[in-house]
């Protein structure tokens, strides 16, 4: 795709057209590109992570997060994958129940997910991190939302 936009645009340029009416048609695959390299760094940073854990049931539980972000993630992505021959509609009907098992691999770790969940909310300061976030809400002033 990237090769595909760099030949459009430069031969766009070259027939002397400019280079904001060069770029703009290939707006919606750049964005594409680019969430595509955001999630395959997030994928990878997560798999370098979870590898450093030592075995046992935090590593277990890891594992089964990770599957269920990254089947998700590509869950989100077949219509785009199927368009483009990179999936299969079979590989498509696939995922659901692969996702399926991998949230049932994540029951018995739901309680030390949870734990760990909170502990990141803390650090957030948001009201929604809070035991009561609806009566935090509801105290917090609406100057608290503006420009953050």
Do not use: C
């Not at 940073?45 to 450093?52: K, L, S």
């Not at 993630?73 to 021959?85: N, S």
């Not at 509609?89 to 909170?118: C, G, N, S």
């Amino acid at each position: 795709m990237a090769l595909g936009i760099r030949r459009d645009v430069a031969a766009a340029e070259a027939a002397g057209t400019d280079p904001f009416d060069a770029w703009n048609p290939h707006t919606v695959a750049l964005r594409t590109l680019g969430e595509t390299h955001g999630q395959r760094q997030i994928l990878a940073a997560t798999r370098t992570a979870v590898d450093a854990l030592p075995d046992g049931p935090a590593r277990t539980a890891a594992q089964a997060l990770a599957a269920v972000y990254a089947l998700d993630e590509l869950r989100r992505r077949t219509t785009w994958l199927v368009a483009h021959d990179l999936l299969t509609p079979e590989q498509v009907r696939a995922i659901d129940p692969a996702l399926d098992t991998r949230v049932r691999r994540l029951a018995p770790h739901a309680d030390r997910l949870a734990e760990a969940f909170a502990e990141l909310a803390d650090l957030s300061g948001s009201p929604l991190a809070t035991a009561d976030y609806i009566t935090t809400l509801a105290k917090t002033p609406p100057a608290h939302f503006r420009n953050r």
